[in-house]
């Protein structure tokens, strides 16, 4: 169970991590935001935005504040399989005998970043998809398991369709989150011309490594969920599915293919993360709904009629969640809350998102508020 320094310590390296990419990345704190989450989570990142502005930076800065290995694969047309994978090449003994040795891939890192991901085949695309889901590569029948911990970031340009191939939806699924990396305005576009001229390589310093990272998911994992809770979760996820019985009014006009159960995943992992971030030993309601859009706006497929009526993923998510609220109402943040000492199960304490005790409200990263 969750105890109190393990909060503190969380709070503190989220606070330093933080402050880290802060030094290279100018705005996009949501973006910065969730794709920390993923990282402690366990999950794979999906980047969309038009060129310049600092997807791939941000993939950069992580590699050097998480102090991991990172590779960075290009992705065009003309790149194979074996490119992103490895594979066996003949060479000789001492004494002249040829066998097979295993020349590994880029895609034995830590982190990758696949950028462009959508200018490669579908071919090459689907060599991520063992990778990202599994965490090992097969090649020529030879399993081989990815150093812990693994993610997979990638970029792509939704603007320039020449070349580019959609990403199929058995990968697309594999993504925890799709962000949207938005312009800066005009006091971030300053900030940003004037740190670039002074140097364009990142100055962002180390503050986590491998260890510590897969220490913090391990701590998320342990944080509580009430009934209510992630019956709450499950239900957004089965309101996207035309043929549900859970399914809101809005989906069955608007959406053509619904969620799978790997968003209810996503959600309930990355809910437990944002949880300790804000102070809380359990999952509050709001929790799930500001995840929503990013978990779920790639695995929901539109209909022709959504297109022609300009409505988007993220306007039908939206949608899905005040539909929820009419049913049942969701409740704020739910205060931080101590361990049960009788050993009790936290969830039958914090069922309605409130606890018997009123301790102190915290703030991100575990301060208290004023």
């Not at 914090?350 to 018997?356: F, K, N, P, Q, V």
């Amino acid at each position: 169970m969750v105890q109190e320094k393990d909060l503190q310590q969380f709070s503190a390296q989220c606070k330093k991590i933080y402050e880290e990419i802060g030094r290279d990345v100018i705005g996009q704190k949501e973006v910065v935001e969730y794709t920390v989450i993923a990282m402690i989570a366990g999950g794979n990142v999906l980047l969309e935005g038009v060129p310049g502005v600092g997807k791939t930076r941000l993939v950069r800065t992580l590699g050097r504040v998480f102090d991991l290995p990172f590779s960075r694969i290009q992705f065009t047309p003309d790149l194979m399989p074996a490119d992103v994978t490895g594979t066996n090449i003949i060479v000789k003994d001492e004494k002249g005998n040829s066998q097979f040795q295993f020349q590994k891939g880029p895609i034995f890192s830590n982190i990758i970043l696949a950028d462009e991901i959508n200018r490669a085949t579908p071919k090459t695309q689907s060599a991520l998809l063992e990778a990202m889901q599994e965490h090992k590569v097969t090649v020529m029948g030879v399993s081989r398991k990815l150093e812990e911990p693994f993610f997979v970031l990638a970029t792509q340009n939704p603007i320039e369709q020449d070349g580019t191939y959609p990403l199929p939806e058995a990968q697309m699924d594999r993504f925890m989150f799709k962000l949207l990396v938005t312009y800066p305005n005009l006091e971030e576009l300053g900030q940003i011309v004037g740190m670039t001229q002074v140097t364009m390589d990142e100055t962002a310093d180390a503050a986590c490594n491998a260890e510590q990272l897969l220490n913090m998911r391990t701590t998320a994992k342990e944080i509580p969920v009430a009934k209510e809770v992630m019956t709450y979760a499950l239900k957004l996820t089965l309101a996207t599915q035309p043929e549900s019985e859970h399914a809101a009014k809005i989906t069955k006009k608007y959406i053509r293919c619904g969620a799978s159960p790997r968003a209810a995943q996503a959600i309930i992992s990355a809910a437990k993360v944002r949880a300790l971030m804000n102070g809380r030993y359990n999952v509050s309601y709001n929790d799930l709904n500001a995840l929503a859009c990013p978990v779920l706006r790639h695995r929901i497929k539109l209909t022709f009629e959504a297109v022609t009526d300009n409505v988007s993923a993220d306007d039908i998510v939206n949608e899905i969640i005040r539909e929820l609220k009419t049913g049942s109402e969701p409740v704020k943040d739910a205060p931080k809350e101590k361990p049960a000492e009788n050993n009790d199960p936290v969830e039958k304490t914090a069922t309605d998102g409130e606890t018997s005790e009123k301790p102190a409200k915290r703030g991100l990263f575990g301060g208290k508020k004023k």
